[in-house]
């Protein structure tokens, strides 16, 4: 019954490497959400997506990109990593609901932890 | 700026005893509230919503939140924790006539046994 999959659990890599983060959700969403979660900060929002090809900046979006090809994948990538990108990766999908009916309630993958050394 | 602010990061309380996770927004517009729960090594899954009509919402795991305008607050309560509840907790705010939800700072919620 896994309806958003992030296909890396954990993740170690080293500074100054390309890192990608691939989710995929089975729910025909047409938002979806990146957002990195560390103690005492809560979730913040790095990018988002309102449909294919399209994305928005969230509030930390500096040091990453994102790719949407296609409706159910929403790729976040780290150009080049630096340990301050050591973190819970979190990623969302919603319905694009905008009556109150949805309410865009996220639902959210397991998580990468990604280590950068 | 919209923001939510969770006041204790950390609350230990023992098994069976009530308890109450803190939250309260700065909004100047009518929102949607949340509450979503993470248990250890899983993402966050969503525990319960306001989006209007009575302000008392409830869960199916005896959670149980009240929205209060005047006070911009939405407390979690429970009359009584199981150790199953251990989890981070984290308060949401969604404006109306925006798709970007906000995240509070989540609380620890332990249950001692």
């Known amino acids: 019954d896994v309806k958003v999959t992030q296909s890396s659990r954990y993740l170690v890599k080293r500074t100054g490497e390309k890192v990608f983060l691939e989710c995929v959700q089975d729910?025909?969403?047409?938002?979806m959400f990146w957002y990195r979660q560390d103690p005492g900060l809560g979730l913040r929002l790095i990018y988002f997506s309102y449909d294919v090809k399209m994305k928005e900046k969230g509030d930390i979006p500096e040091g990453y990109s994102v790719s949407r090809e296609k409706k159910e994948r929403f790729s976040l990538i780290l150009e080049s990593a630096s340990t301050n990108q050591t973190s819970m990766y979190l990623c969302?999908?919603?319905?694009?609901?905008?009556?109150?009916?949805?309410?865009?309630?996220?639902?959210f993958g397991a998580g990468s932890r990604l280590t950068v050394l | 700026a919209q923001s939510v602010t969770q006041l204790d990061s950390q609350v230990p309380v023992f098994e069976e005893a009530p308890v109450e996770l803190r939250c309260n927004y700065s909004s100047s517009v009518s929102v949607y509230l949340f509450w979503y729960v993470q248990y250890p090594n899983q993402g966050l899954q969503l525990l319960l919503k306001?989006?209007?009509?009575?302000?008392l919402v409830e869960s199916i795991n005896g959670f149980e939140a009240e929205f209060n305008k005047s006070q911009t607050s939405f407390h979690l309560r429970k009359p009584s924790v199981h150790i199953s509840d251990t989890a981070e907790y984290f308060c949401?705010?969604?404006?109306?006539?925006?798709?970007?939800?906000?995240f509070g700072p989540g609380t620890s919620l332990s249950v001692i046994p």
């Open positions: 306001y989006l209007s009509g009575s302000t």
């Open positions: 729910m025909d969403h047409e938002n």
């Open positions: 969302a999908s919603s319905p694009h609901e905008t009556g109150i009916s949805g309410a865009n309630v996220l639902t």
């Open positions: 949401a705010v969604l404006k109306t006539s925006y798709d970007k939800v906000i």
